[in-house]
């Protein structure tokens, strides 16, 4: 069975079915799909990043205590830049990094209202992902919305 979707319609069903998603690259030519077209991938834990471009399932608590799901690109380093956690509610998926670009605050009143919570009820957030990825998890802490400033720093913003 063939089964492809775009990474950014991916579902919390269909990491619940299938915990690993795999960027078809090697599929872009083909007609309706593009770099951002997934498929289940079958592997034994521990994942290794090396071996493709994935999205693993997650799990995010929220500092007010509540609990979410998501995704995130699993990395030998265990930097924002890389994993880049993305938590999927039943109105869209909430990214946390922006990259080189610093999120407008129309972005981000968004990604609150998506989320249905404030600043102080979100932030800061913890991640994890549920496949052992290499040695370990990956896993950390959000203080905010985060891209890289022009002194190529990490920022944070709420």
Request: aromatic share 14%.
């Amino acid at each position: 069975m063939k089964i492809r979707k775009q990474v950014y319609d991916l579902t919390l069903e269909d990491f619940a079915e299938f915990p690993v998603w795999e960027f078809a690259l090697d599929e872009e030519g083909e007609e309706g799909q593009d770099e951002a077209t997934t498929r289940p991938y079958e592997f034994t834990e521990p994942l290794n990043p090396h071996d493709g471009m994935f999205v693993v399932w997650a799990d995010f608590s929220l500092v007010d205590g509540s609990k979410m799901q998501g995704y995130l690109s699993p990395a030998l380093e265990n930097e924002l830049g890389y994993i880049q956690p993305i938590i999927i509610t039943n109105k869209g998926q909430v990214g946390f990094w922006s990259g080189t670009m610093q999120p407008s605050q129309d972005v981000i009143t968004s990604k609150y209202s998506l989320l249905g919570k404030s600043s102080a009820q979100v932030f800061p957030l913890a991640f994890k992902s549920k496949v052992k990825i290499s040695d370990g998890y990956n896993e950390g802490i959000i203080s905010g919305f985060s891209f890289y400033s022009q002194d190529r720093k990490v920022r944070f913003i709420k």
